[in-house]
């Protein structure tokens, strides 16, 4: 008969205790585990992050609340009169608000460009 007070039985019992909350194939923790580790928190989150694929960036931008504008809607929906013969305008009128946006965007371009080159470009001296 054993003593459930005995300090022997007692570390036998956590010993086996242990053993059984960590499944099998799970790695074993030593002392230099600390040291080669990802820089963690006390919530166990890693501080490394990890560099999205611009191709995974531009589909999250398209997901994210974009939708067409106003001048998109409009060439769609005047294309649409055209090509089913519901408006008789030259091509020029049916594809403006396209020609409109597009001229917008080169010009804001345009724009960017300018200020960039203005504020960031230093002349060599060469010619």
Known sequence: MTDSADPIDAAEDADTDATTDTPDDAPEADAT??????????????????????????????????????????????????????????????????????TFMLLVLAGLVFAIKKKFWKPSGKT
């Open 33 to 102: 585990d600390g040291a080669d580790a990802d820089c963690t928190t006390d919530s166990g989150d890693s501080r490394k992050r990890t560099v999205p694929d611009p191709i995974e960036r531009y589909l999250k931008a398209l997901k994210v609340g974009r939708s067409p504008g106003f001048l998109s809607i409009l060439g769609l929906l005047f294309v649409t009169l055209k090509l089913t013969g519901h408006i008789d305008w030259s091509w020029l009128w049916v594809l403006l608000p396209f020609l409109i946006k597009g």
